[in-house]
């Protein structure tokens, strides 16, 4: 299943399936198709590297026997979302010693997955959702990670099973870290594509209540942060391909197929679409910044609306809350997959717009995202 940029999602109110729709009703004078969708085309776009793990004196994760009955026990779970972001997870987790051409990002099954559709509920909200999500165990530096997939979202089919998800993994898994690795819109006005940011908090979006209100969950996790200080690990890292001529081309095939003449200036707001030589790596725990939560249309823009927040998504809030209530520690990996938004344009146009970076780029953040994470569970201590 193919999972666009939250905003969209959230925009379109798509609670049933994640994927693409043109966003209809809207008065900017974009171009509104209900029957197609704005798949870009950049050509050229690079593989990921076999992942050099002697550069940092390390081995790549080592694959366990996945047992198939039921969810093993381990010491960490790491949780991501999306395609690109399980192509990413499976590159980096599974299968780093070749490259993994661009073309895998859309993928939908993996080899040495095991489907999760233990004692799923009589009643769920779509008689779509058959299954938990896909499940493959890893070992790294002497611990046991459960890698999974998710096929359970906040907004679909809703927070209860999410949150039945997250208790099982607790009851039955019984980790003692639960990971959330993925990709995020971008709120901070200095996070630019492909910036990682780690989190030990989570705030829930409520619309019409003040944020002073919103509910917000917090831990002690610190993350391991002495293998991403290492000479060399810098190496591993890829830097997001958005050169201002793959975006000038995406923001002209924006341009043509929503019958709009935005400039890539007004499209790239300050630059934010624009990268850094390699991404930048926050460790934001320290500061005690969370993550903010949504299953509605809610993104950061230049205004600065939610500038105090590390990054918005649609997932992390109920993992803490479950955590939380069961005494188990979690921490949240977020790249930045979709920069703030231009605060000026029409709230389609920064959906629209934030979807197709996405679309685009997302497999590259997704996959450094993935690497810090791995980096996070083989700094913990033996």
């Not at 949780?79 to 997870?89: F, K, P, V």
């Amino acid at each position: 299943m193919h999972r666009r940029s939250f905003i969209s999602a959230a925009l379109l109110g798509v609670t049933a399936v994640f994927s693409k729709f043109a966003l209809a009703g809207n008065s900017s004078g974009v171009k509104t198709d209900s029957s197609s969708s704005f798949y870009p085309s950049i050509t050229g776009l690079p593989e990921l590297p076999a992942i050099n793990w002697s550069a940092i004196g390390a081995q790549a994760p080592l694959l366990g026997n996945t047992p198939t009955a039921n969810l093993p026990t381990a010491d960490v779970v790491v949780i991501s979302w999306a395609e690109a972001e399980w192509a990413a997870m499976q590159h980096v987790f599974v299968q780093s010693g070749e490259a993994m051409p661009y073309s895998d990002a859309s993928k939908s099954t993996w080899n040495g997955w095991v489907k999760y559709d233990v004692d799923m509920p009589s009643s769920p909200d779509s008689s779509d959702w058959t299954y938990w999500g896909y499940y493959r165990l890893v070992s790294i530096n002497g611990k046991q990670v459960l890698l999974f997939k998710s096929n359970t979202h906040l907004d679909w089919p809703g927070a209860q099973y999410l949150g039945d998800l997250i208790q099982r993994f607790c009851q039955v898994v019984q980790p003692s870290l639960i990971m959330s690795t993925g990709t995020a819109g971008g709120c901070r006005l200095t996070d630019h594509l492909g910036t990682i940011n780690v989190v030990n908090a989570a705030t829930m979006y409520e619309a019409g209540q003040s944020p002073t209100s919103w509910p917000n969950y917090t831990n002690t996790y610190s993350p391991a942060w002495n293998i991403v200080e290492q000479a060399g690990f810098s190496s591993l890292l890829f830097g997001i391909p958005a050169s201002s001529s793959s975006l000038q081309t995406l923001a002209n095939q924006f341009n043509s197929f929503y019958g709009s003449s935005y400039s890539l200036a007004t499209l790239n707001v300050d630059g934010l679409c624009t990268p850094t030589t390699l991404p930048a790596l926050n460790n934001l725990t320290t500061s005690g910044t969370p993550l903010l939560t949504a299953s509605t249309f809610v993104v950061g823009n230049s205004s600065g609306d939610y500038v105090n927040y590390a990054v918005i998504e649609m997932d992390d809030a109920v993992i803490a809350e479950t955590c939380q209530q069961n005494g188990v520690q979690f921490g949240f990996v977020r790249n930045v997959s979709d920069p703030a938004q231009n605060a000026a344009l029409p709230a389609t146009v920064q959906a629209n717009w934030g979807s197709a970076v996405y679309d685009v780029f997302g497999f590259y953040t997704s996959f450094n995202g993935a690497l810090v994470s791995w980096a996070m569970i083989a700094g913990l201590p033996a």
